[in-house]
Nanobody
């Protein structure tokens, strides 16, 4: 079992920046990939960015070049630096961790990001 707690969401003007954090606790030694997903009202949850245990990253096309993902394995914290935010980035952002070789998904409770235009 792993517990994931997000923080750092809030209200920001278009063009601004936010940094989200996800703190993991519990059986963290079996965490494999970690990532950020988001869900806007009326839309499906989508993958925003992912980072593997060895630091390889993936970004959705919509955020490539604006968002940066990183993780501190020693402190069990993952970050999402979001720059040049626009209204389309407004959503609830969820932290995800995949455990073990079978990649069992664990989720945080979500944090709201609202970008005003």
């Amino acid at each position: 079992q792993v517990r994931l707690v997000e923080s750092g969401g809030g209200l920001v003007q278009a063009g601004g920046s936010l940094r989200l954090s996800c703190a993991a606790s519990g059986n963290t030694q079996v965490i494999n990939n970690m990532g950020w997903y988001r869900q806007a009202p009326g839309k499906q949850r989508e993958l925003v960015a992912r980072i593997t245990n060895d630091g390889s990253t993936y970004f959705a096309d919509s955020v490539e070049g604006r968002f940066t993902i990183s993780r501190d394995n020693a402190r069990n914290i993952m970050y999402l630096q979001m720059d040049s935010l626009n209204a389309e980035d407004t959503a609830v952002y969820y932290c995800n961790a995949q455990l073990g070789f079978v990649l069992i998904d664990y989720w945080g409770q979500g944090t709201q990001v609202t970008v005003s235009s």
